[in-house]
């Protein structure tokens, strides 16, 4: 966990960027430096990023407030011009701290506790503050945040096996890609890469989504269950998993391929890489790799696939590492 020693000041200086930004964001005229400068200043520590989502949805509030019976109600303005997002931002900077501290908490719209935890060249094992276990893979990024009716999980990148404390009235949800995984109390992995996610569960069962923006709770999973999806997909993948399975050989610092396509390999391999690897076309993604390897050293795999598969390396205009595909011999005469 992050537990960075900041000052009172420190706090609300915090708090009156993330009400800048939020102005800004807003505005007709916010240009493309500025929110590549919101960007910098979101991901430069994780307070940014929470304060900024607390504003934001104080800001939602701020648009339907009522207005003062002692005041006369002003002319509507079009909600393209800027006085009215100046009127929020005002509101929403008035607001913030004192509606943040009444009615936060009790309207669930702000949480009571937050974590934010990183594991880079280690696996890592956390607790939340609800008393859930958390392993997390190398690479992987995740925050919590406690509120009065759930508990709510970012994952940002990367792989985590939970172990979920039960509380069926106060439900623990992941958000990873677009989709989400509602559960009140069980075991399941969630691994993502870019746009991908899956999610195996262990024991207990959860309801999978794959928006979150769609109605319902998505489908459910029993134990030895897997979903899968992408950006775009307007329902989960669901198959069956099997006593061989080795998805989770993570926990023992190890990634199982078993007889993959490349298409298939490469996205767990490229998880934990700097630099991902490529198929220069759909025949190279057709060839198949298999083995144990430790995840430790997954870099050094990426040199040694042309010693052990019928293909050649090339950089692409990135820099990235292009897998091609050995020309076939003509057959001799």
């Known amino acids: 966990m992050t537990d960075s020693p900041f000052s009172q000041a420190d706090y609300?200086?915090?708090?009156?960027?993330?009400?800048?930004?939020?102005?800004?964001?807003?505005?007709s005229d916010c240009t493309a430096e500025e929110r590549?400068?919101?960007?910098?200043?979101?991901?430069?520590?994780?307070?940014?990023?929470?304060?900024?989502?607390?504003?934001?949805?104080?800001w939602v509030v701020a648009e339907d407030l009522p207005r003062p019976e002692t005041v006369s109600p002003a002319p509507?303005?079009?909600?393209?011009?800027?006085?009215?997002?100046?009127?929020?931002?005002?509101?929403?900077?008035?607001?913030?701290?004192?509606?943040?501290?009444?009615a936060g908490w009790n309207l669930g719209w702000l949480p009571n506790s937050y974590q934010h935890f990183e594991a880079s060249n280690t696996v890592r094992q956390v607790t939340l503050k609800d008393g859930s276990q958390v392993e997390l893979n190398l690479g992987t990024e995740l925050t919590y945040s406690n509120y009065k009716d759930q508990?709510?999980?970012?994952?940002?990148?990367?792989?985590?096996?939970?172990?979920?404390?039960?509380?069926?009235?106060?439900?623990?949800?992941?958000?990873?890609?677009?989709?989400?995984?509602?559960?009140?109390?069980?075991?399941?992995?969630?691994?993502?890469?870019?746009?991908?996610?899956?999610?195996?569960?262990?024991?207990?069962?959860?309801?999978?989504?794959?928006?979150?923006?769609?109605?319902?709770?998505?489908l459910r999973l029993e134990p030895s269950m897997q979903a899968r999806y992408k950006h775009g997909d307007f329902t989960p993948q669901i198959s069956q998993t099997y006593a061989n399975d080795t998805s989770l050989a993570w926990r023992q610092g190890k990634l199982v391929l078993d007889d993959l396509a490349l298409s298939e390999a490469l996205p767990l391999i490229n998880r934990y890489l700097t630099h991902p690897v490529m198929v220069a076309d759909s025949s190279t993604g057709a060839i198949r790799l298999g083995g144990i390897y430790n995840i430790k050293e997954l870099n050094t795999l990426v040199g040694s696939?042309?010693?052990?598969?019928?293909?050649?390396?090339?950089?692409?205009?990135?820099?990235?590492?292009?897998?091609?595909?050995?020309?076939?011999?003509?057959?001799?005469?």
């Open 76 to 102: 509507r303005l079009k909600p393209a011009t800027p006085w009215r997002t100046l009127g929020i931002a005002a509101a929403v900077c008035a607001l913030a701290l004192p509606l943040a501290a009444y």
């Open 36 to 58: 590549q400068a919101f960007e910098q200043w979101r991901d430069a520590h994780p307070l940014h990023a929470f304060e900024y989502e607390a504003m934001l949805e104080i």
């Open 305 to 333: 696939l042309p010693k052990v598969l019928p293909v050649y390396l090339t950089r692409n205009k990135d820099g990235n590492p292009v897998l091609n595909s050995m020309p076939q011999q003509p057959p001799k005469s």
């Open 151 to 218: 508990r709510r999980v970012t994952l940002q990148k990367g792989e985590a096996f939970f172990r979920v404390t039960h509380d069926a009235a106060h439900p623990f949800i992941v958000k990873a890609g677009d989709g989400r995984i509602r559960v009140t109390g069980t075991q399941f992995n969630v691994w993502m890469y870019e746009d991908q996610v899956r999610v195996n569960l262990i024991e207990g069962s959860v309801l999978v989504s794959s928006n979150e923006d769609l109605p319902g709770d998505g």
């Open 12 to 27: 609300d200086a915090v708090t009156d960027a993330a009400a800048h930004w939020c102005m800004r964001l807003h505005a």
